[in-house]
């Protein structure tokens, strides 16, 4: 199914109106002339555009756009490359890691993209303060701490400083080794601004309420990066537009304009799809992928490098008691969860690592299917009552929840089967599903993880960090994340192995799958290269018409 050139420039205009008016009204004057338009539908539009506020797929897929990193991975690949860095070196005790800069690269505004503006970024993030520092997911991952707390007193940190060596060489200084520091700054997270619009604009975020109110304006309103797109406009529920960067210093893109719009439900995106609405849309639903591709639609699947999971959060009696957590797992029907809502790619985990991470081919204690073995742990629990509420989000969908409140009502039934007494809750994703996770206001929801960086620190850290917070987690086992954050090369294979079967040990969680993606796109459409860890650039997008 192919749009004519009209009807491209028609929909650029009409598509702003939801999914009920994605139709055209007129003549689109700001997105691209007569080049190239391409609309894809997200289940929702991102929170902000400020990488340093974000821990959701909506986000990142725009802000990836838009914002270069130091390193990145290989386009498909979790090999991990120089972005903005053309090479990098590590001090022999690790505390010191020197990055060489490309030369030349500007800042959307024009402004040098220099060691200075780097360093500005990195002590932007560091210098974070109240409500901007619960939001900060990615910062906490690989430096943990800040410059103060929240209280004003001096940060647990690991970052010291970042050194302007000369204009094309930087050193970050932290005060323990962290191996996994080069993977981590391709993390979306720590996109390289330009320090002129984000001092012209600012980036305080506050608590209003239930919501986050970007008062500072440069995630919003001004977003400026390196990357092959630029930021155009963002009209609040309708879309968000960007447009080629033409002093790109790599190669530029293909398409001239490049338009994201939110449509919640699975169908209504596929409906769009086949309509010629859009161009292309994530998460297909699993029924669907045979169906769009027997149509001619293009077809591209990420492999299952996610990992969904019920969290149990332990600071809720009774999910306190150990017993009572393994009981739980033993209860979910995994084999029955995958048969009914995934497709045959999809694999049950054995752990919370995803398949080809370091330390995931471990010998790791395993919950099977066993509803008796559930009642028996339960009844030597010392657990008086079986109350529990299940959390899940709604108005997204993810490759590991395809459909959150169907998943939910399995576990509801799964668990009652051997005594819970148990209540299903739906909050919209932002902020009030991800906000209930972050305050520890959540005794049981399922989520899931994306790889944001190829090390298994991405996945481990989250137990003390970020959504994914199981409660107060024993010291030992956070000795253990420490450890293996923190040692040799050579020695962290063998500590992310205890480190995988330790979690399972204690059972914080149960992991329920690790399920391919599909993204389905018209007719035509070339050169979109999927990435397990979601890094994927729409600058080598081409269609055809």
Not at 133 to 147: D, P, S, V
Not at 179 to 198: D, E, Q
Not at 526 to 536: I, K, R
Request: proline share 7%.
């Amino acid at each position: 199914m192919t749009s004519s050139p009209i009807h491209r420039k028609l929909l650029a205009a009409g598509v702003a109106l939801g999914l009920a008016g994605l139709a055209a009204c007129g003549a689109d004057e700001s997105a691209g002339g007569d080049g190239q338009t391409f609309v894809f539908a997200s289940s929702r539009l991102p929170t902000t555009l400020d990488g340093a506020y974000i821990y959701d797929n909506e986000s990142q897929r725009v802000i990836y756009q838009i914002f270069d990193r130091l390193t990145n991975v290989e386009p498909g690949t979790s090999e991990l490359t120089g972005e903005l860095a053309t090479d990098w070196d590590v001090s022999d005790d690790g505390l010191r890691h020197t990055f060489n800069l490309r030369e030349g690269v500007k800042f959307h505004d024009g402004t040098d993209l220099d060691a200075e503006a780097v360093c500005f970024n990195f002590d932007r993030l560091y210098e974070l303060e109240g409500q901007a520092q619960t939001l900060a997911e990615y910062w906490k991952i690989a430096f943990k701490g800040f410059k103060e707390d929240a209280e004003g007193n001096s940060g647990d940190s690991r970052y010291e400083s970042c050194e302007v060596v000369d204009p094309t060489t930087l050193t970050i200084h932290i005060n323990e080794p962290y191996a996994p520091l080069p993977a981590a700054v391709a993390n979306i997270g720590f996109g390289i601004a330009s320090p002129a619009a984000l001092q012209e604009s600012g980036w305080a975020v506050e608590a209003s309420g239930d919501s986050l109110d970007f008062v500072g304006k440069f995630g919003t309103e001004n977003p400026v990066g390196s990357g092959p797109f630029k930021f155009e406009s963002w009209d609040p529920g309708k879309n968000v537009t960007l447009v080629k960067n033409e002093e790109y210093w790599g190669d530029p893109a293909t398409i001239d304009t490049l338009i994201y719009v939110p449509i919640d439900d699975g169908q209504a995106r596929r409906q769009a799809l086949e309509r010629g609405e859009i161009d292309g849309y994530d998460n297909v639903a699993p029924q669907d992928v045979e169906a769009l591709t027997s149509a001619g639609y293009a077809m591209e699947e990420r492999p299952p490098s996610n990992t969904g999971y019920l969290a149990m959060n332990r600071d809720f009696e009774p999910l306190d008691d150990v017993e009572v957590r393994r009981a739980v797992s033993h209860a979910i029907n995994r084999d029955a969860l995958l048969q009914a809502n995934f497709l045959e790619g999809a694999v049950k985990p054995t752990g919370l690592l995803p398949p080809g991470f370091t330390g995931s081919d471990g010998d790791v204690p395993q919950y099977e299917y066993d509803q008796e073995k559930a009642r028996e742990l339960l009844s030597g629990a010392d657990a008086e009552d079986l109350k529990v509420e299940i959390t899940y989000a709604t108005e997204v969908t993810r490759p590991y929840m395809p459909d959150p409140q169907g998943i939910a009502e399995t576990f509801k039934s799964d668990l009652e089967a051997v005594g819970f007494e148990v209540t299903l809750v739906g909050r919209p994703w932002s902020p009030d599903f991800l906000g209930g996770i972050r305050n520890g206001e959540s005794m049981m929801y399922i989520v899931g993880l994306l790889p944001d960086m190829s090390d298994p620190a991405n996945f481990m850290t989250l137990m003390n960090a970020g959504p994914g917070r199981w409660g107060t987690m024993p010291d030992e086992l956070l000795d253990q994340i420490t450890a293996a954050e923190t040692a040799p090369p050579e020695e962290r294979e063998e500590l992310y192995r205890a480190l995988n079967a330790a979690v399972m040990e204690d059972a914080p969680m149960v992991p329920y799958v690790h399920a391919p993606t599909h993204l389905a796109f018209r007719e035509g459409t070339s050169g979109f290269v999927p990435s397990p860890l979601f890094a994927e650039s729409m600058a080598t997008v081409e269609m055809s018409d």
